[in-house]
């Protein structure tokens, strides 16, 4: 079965750093995108960053662009956010989901459990 673990969310105050990990199992990790989203409560959830299947491509969201860096270990099946100057905007539920294929799709087939990030100011 196709399985993605987020873990690394917490508490933080605004301006520090947090780093997500997603560790993924069940399908050949090197041949597909894994992205990012996340969920803040009453809004819709937003694609933050994804990164295609051999990380030569990476997509930003406007609002992460600087701040947010993607990157992954086809190694170790998993791929990692690295969050910096962190804002209270950026509180939220956050997912790593599955593509379909080696790009960032629009529609990942499947997601982890999602881990919280709660930014204080």
């Known amino acids: 079965d196709v399985q993605l673990q987020a873990s690394g969310g917490g508490l933080v105050q605004a301006g520090g750093s947090l780093r997500l990990s997603c560790a993924a199992s069940?399908?050949?990790?090197?041949?597909?995108?894994i992205g990012w989203f996340r969920q803040a409560p009453g809004k819709e959830r937003e694609r933050v960053s994804c990164?295609?299947?051999?990380?030569?491509?990476?997509y930003y969201a406007d609002s992460v662009k600087g701040r947010f860096t993607i990157s992954r270990d086809n190694a170790k099946n998993t791929v990692y956010l690295q969050m910096d100057s962190l804002k209270p905007d950026d509180t939220a539920i956050y997912y790593c989901?599955?593509?379909?294929?080696?790009?960032?799709?629009?529609?990942?087939?499947?997601w982890g459990q999602g881990t919280l990030v709660t930014v204080s100011s």
């Open positions: 989901a599955r593509s379909g294929s080696w790009y960032c799709g629009p529609s990942p087939g499947y």
């Open positions: 990164i295609t299947s051999g990380g030569g491509s990476i």
């Open positions: 069940g399908f050949t990790f090197d041949r597909y995108a």
